[in-house]
């Protein structure tokens, strides 16, 4: 036996098995859902092939344009709060510019810590009909039939959603900014304040370039889980009222597994990969530009 | 392409084959084990503790008989049970709907025809309970009761308070609406977060209401009649009216299941809309004083009705049916189950509890006034369709967010009418002669 055929072979026996794994478990679900989303399967019978019919379905559903409008929302939520917000308060808790800065630490990843359905099932008791927020505005309004009305409204019944979303998120990019900020040596902001640099200079000049990596791995986060996003929101408002709440993967859930349509909804998974991809792609080349700009 | 998608199809299934075969072996030593996948509400400790009592009762009597038991409610429910479909690996016994609810699983062709067993029991059973589950006259699930999808509880207490009398009409219900008000109390306890409430539990009877039974046979079927006739637009009138003259609980499209129950407990509606089962939970939950003064009634007549006065909406309930691959002794086994939950020893203990049984049984003097007063209505009052047990899954999804949205004002009764006749048309399976 040569030293090839033995590298060959050791090769084949070493990472063969992971290999396999992964093309049942990862490859051959993706290349199966692209397959499947050309057809029409309930699920029992043969795939029926109906080439992008669904796809055109899809797009032309007022049902999930709605959707995909609450998911950009989520997007927004996420990429212009979430992550401004994560990191402005890494910053004040990293600068010590706040007293019992371990506290606020804690206090701010706590709801990451809490289950989606516990966050949602919390947040709805507070503004329930039968809650304790509404019930304040009853007496407040001496009104026993108040309600808040942002709820019933298919422009802003998102807004909730998107407040507690940024609530419960927040925590996690303020602590992967905090490791990052962590990793800069004082000593280079010990110069900086010796040299006369002002906090906003120290912010502008050294910090925010050398997270710039970071933010782009955030953003890219961000997206990805925006757009996926699920459980919070089908725990708290399952979609509804009429599907005001509903985003594209409760639409893609709803269809696939309800109404036992696997080939939509395959269709469906194929557009949240291919949203996420272009979303990825046009920060990526944000980024790039960027970082030729400070990275010169 | 065809031969590409049945190679990934073989493949998927071949998958699944490849991970059911861990299942172990479920004879041993005498003892039978069956898998078991039932609806039930565990954080419900009324019904579950009910549930438990038929359990241990079983076992006892059955020591060899032993169940590994997964259990669901709800939505999460039917997911899981349609996901055990497609992978093939539906358990030996499985909690199942007569109509559409469970169709795609009954129909599949995976679920055991019961009628072998069920031969010369038949007349024990109330006639509605035999109804045909199948296209050629299956019963996949022995049903465990006959349940009304809509009884309107009352609180006569309150009545007599606000010098008011159960409405013959519905204008005279919208007229007591702002009395009952003023002093701070619901109208009608009624939630609908779900979507399936308001269709199941009143807009059903309405339809009958509004059409009567011919019409509502020939809507169905689309001959000579259709969802978007002025019948059904009456029907979705009345809940229009009933949301804009706010008779429900407030915020009504956001509570949960659940909410509306706890509103008429505490004494904070009038009224309350929701199925026949909820005797169970009323049952334990109302205190024998209030037990006195709470009434079973139906909506009022509506204008224009056609229907029978005093319908409500039925449906053969739900059941345990068996897994298609069964025989010998697993099958037998899990027959016993079926037939002591549904025959006469499970039926006595169900009926205790509340629930009417399909089970012909004589209503015990001992039993509390509620099952009695709901044994006597289900007797009694004329019965139309469950629109989502006769309907396909997807058109009620239609129907259901039309209803939320003329709720909210978004839509007008003849707008959701039409939506709904129009997927129904194209898509039903009603429609597909």
């Known amino acids: ?296 | 392409m065809k031969k590409l998608l049945t190679l990934l199809v073989v493949l998927f299934f071949l998958g699944n084959t490849l991970f059911a075969t861990g299942q172990k072996e479920a004879t041993k030593g005498g003892k039978i084990t069956l898998s078991m996948y039932t609806y039930q509400d565990l954080s419900d400790p009324v019904t579950t503790k009910n549930w438990k009592v038929l359990l241990n009762k079983f076992k006892s009597e059955h020591p060899n008989i032993e169940f590994s038991i997964e259990y669901g409610f709800n939505e999460p429910y039917h997911n899981k049970l349609q996901a055990m479909l497609v992978a093939d690996q539906l358990p030996d016994i499985i909690f199942l709907w007569p109509g559409k609810r469970t169709g795609k699983v009954t129909g599949s062709g995976k679920i055991k025809d019961l009628r072998p067993w069920l031969k010369g029991h038949e007349k024990e059973f109330a006639s509605i309970a035999m109804a045909p589950q199948g296209k050629n006259g299956e019963i996949y699930e022995l049903p465990e009761a006959v349940t009304a999808t809509h009884v309107m509880y009352t609180n006569t207490k309150f009545l007599k308070q606000l010098g008011l009398s159960f409405p013959k009409t519905h204008a005279e219900l919208l007229a007591q609406g702002a009395k009952i008000r003023a002093q701070n109390l619901i109208p009608i306890a009624m939630t609908n977060k779900s979507q399936w409430q308001m269709q199941s539990c009143l807009l059903s009877t309405l339809t009958e209401r509004a059409g009567g039974m011919e019409w509502f046979k020939k809507a169905i079927k689309g001959e000579g009649a259709s969802f978007a006739d002025p019948e059904f637009v009456n029907a979705l009138s009345v809940i229009d009216q009933l949301s804009k003259n706010q008779m429900f609980s407030p915020g009504i499209n956001q509570l949960d299941y659940g909410q509306a129950l706890t509103q008429f407990v505490n004494e904070k509606a009038v009224y309350y809309i929701d199925g026949g089962w909820r005797v169970n939970s009323l049952k334990q939950e109302l205190t024998t004083a209030q037990k006195k003064y709470v009434v079973l009634n139906t909506y009022p007549d509506i204008p224009n009705q056609k229907g029978q006065s005093g319908s409500t909406s039925m449906v053969a309930g739900t059941g345990y049916g068996m897994n298609a691959k069964l025989t010998g002794a697993k099958a037998d086994a899990a027959w016993q189950w079926i037939w002591f939950y549904s025959g006469p020893e499970g039926s006595k203990i169900r009926q205790a509890n509340g629930a009417i049984t399909a089970y012909k049984l004589p209503v015990p003097q001992n039993a509390d006034i509620l099952v009695k007063e709901l044994t006597k209505f289900v007797s009694e009052r004329p019965a139309g369709y469950v629109l989502d047990a006769v309907m396909d899954a997807e058109g009620i999804g239609v129907l259901q967010t039309g209803v939320q949205e003329m709720m909210l004002g978004r839509k007008t009764p003849k707008q959701v009418a039409d939506e709904y006749e129009a997927w129904v048309a194209k898509n039903d399976s009603n429609r597909k002669h």
Do not use: C
């Open chain 1, 1 to 296: 036996m040569t030293q090839k055929t033995l590298k060959g072979l050791s090769y084949t026996a070493l990472v063969g098995p992971a290999l396999a794994i992964y093309a049942f478990f990862i490859i051959f679900p993706i290349f199966f859902s692209i397959t499947l989303s050309f057809t029409k399967w309930s699920g029992l019978d043969i795939p029926k092939f109906v080439g992008l019919a669904q796809y055109r379905e899809i797009i032309s559903d007022p049902i999930f344009r709605h959707g995909l409008r609450n998911n950009l929302w989520i997007v927004a939520v996420s990429v212009f709060g979430q992550i401004p917000l994560g990191f402005v308060l890494a910053y004040i808790i990293y600068r010590k510019l706040v007293l019992g800065s371990s506290f606020f630490e804690a206090m701010i990843f706590f709801p990451i810590t809490i289950s989606a359905v516990v966050v949602a099932i919390l947040w709805n008791q507070i503004f329930s009909p039968t809650g304790i927020v509404t019930a304040l505005m009853r007496s407040i309004y001496k009104n026993p039939r108040y309600v808040f009305t942002m709820f019933q409204s298919e422009t802003y019944a998102i807004f909730p959603v998107l407040f507690v979303i940024l609530w419960m998120y927040t925590g996690t990019y303020m602590v992967i900014f905090l490791a990052n900020l962590q990793n800069i040596s004082p000593s280079v902001i010990e110069s900086a304040i010796i040299d006369g640099a002002t906090e906003g200079q120290i912010l502008k000049l050294i910090i925010l370039p050398s997270m710039l990596n970071i933010i782009f791995t955030t953003i890219v986060f961000a997206i990805s889980g925006s757009l996926k996003s699920f459980d919070l929101i089908y725990a708290m408002t399952g979609g509804g009222p009429a599907h005001y709440t509903e985003v594209i993967a409760i639409y893609m859930y709803i269809n696939t597994f309800k109404y036992y349509k696997y080939g939509f909804g395959s269709a469906v998974s194929v557009i949240i990969i291919f949203l996420s991809l272009v979303l990825i792609t046009l920060i990526r080349s944000l980024f790039n530009r960027l970082e030729n700009k400070y990275g010169a």
